[in-house]
């Protein structure tokens, strides 16, 4: 069965940092790219980026440079995101998604989501 | 504010059809064969329903389709039914920065 597992909820408090995991499973991990996509509370779904899992190269969308870093352990196929000196803003439901390739090769759309972790930033 | 624009809610009655609109720009969806479109149902993760414009993954129904025209695509349901109620998600490719959008969402409400 082909799915990724993400790593339960963090409560963190503002400065502090996290580190959401991706566990891909039933499915060859560095054949298909990574997406991070964030749902804030209530609102719609924002793309962070990705990351090729076969070069472990990251794309970062405008707005998540600087404090958020896609990380791969290949070894045991899973990617990270980790989102440091936290904010109250940052509080959000972050989705991993896998990567769909079309007939020609390209990236075309995002066909296995993880369930989904929340992070709550508060004092 | 999303990329892409669609109508914050639709609604049908059982057995209707409905269609939702997404409007981007030549930049992005006009320029795009790589839209698509994800049903979230409340506290879950988005499910891909069309991909490619108008291509179904395997297991979906064909009661969901899409299509487009210029800078808008649109989603169309048929034969609506009570589990299709949800939010949906366009999105697409974007050559100007190689990145992917998001639209706003549309709350479909089943009457």
């Known amino acids: 069965q082909v799915q990724v597992v993400q790593s339960g909820s963090e409560l963190k408090k503002p400065g502090a940092s996290v580190k959401v995991s991706c566990k891909a499973s039933g499915y060859s991990f560095t054949s298909y790219g990574m997406n991070w996509v964030r749902q804030a509370p209530g609102q719609g779904l924002e793309w962070m980026g990705w990351?090729?899992?076969?070069?472990?190269?990251?794309t970062y969308a405008q707005g998540f440079t600087g404090r958020f870093v896609f990380s791969l352990d290949t070894s045991v196929s899973t990617a990270y995101l980790q989102i440091s000196s936290l904010k109250a803003e940052d509080s959000a439901v972050y989705f991993c998604a896998r990567t769909l390739y079309n007939w020609k090769g390209d990236r075309s759309a995002f066909d296995i989501w993880g369930q989904g972790t929340m992070v709550t930033v508060s004092s | 504010q999303s990329a892409l624009t669609q109508p914050a809610s639709v609604s049908g009655s059982p057995g209707q059809s409905i269609t939702i609109s997404c409007t981007g720009t030549?930049?992005?969806?006009?320029?795009?064969?790589?839209v698509s479109w994800y049903q979230q149902h409340p506290g879950k993760a988005p499910k891909l329903i069309i991909y490619d414009v108008n291509n179904r993954p395997s297991g979906v129904s064909n009661r969901f389709s899409g299509s487009k025209s210029d800078n808008t695509a649109s989603l169309t349901i048929s034969g609506l039914q009570a589990e299709d109620e949800a939010h949906y998600y366009c999105?697409?490719?974007?050559?100007?920065?190689?990145?992917?959008?998001f639209g706003g969402g549309t709350k479909l409400t089943v009457l």
């Open positions: 030549g930049s992005d969806l006009g320029g795009s064969d790589y």
């Open positions: 990351i090729n899992t076969n070069t472990g190269n990251p």
């Open positions: 999105s697409s490719y974007t050559r100007r920065n190689a990145n992917w959008v």
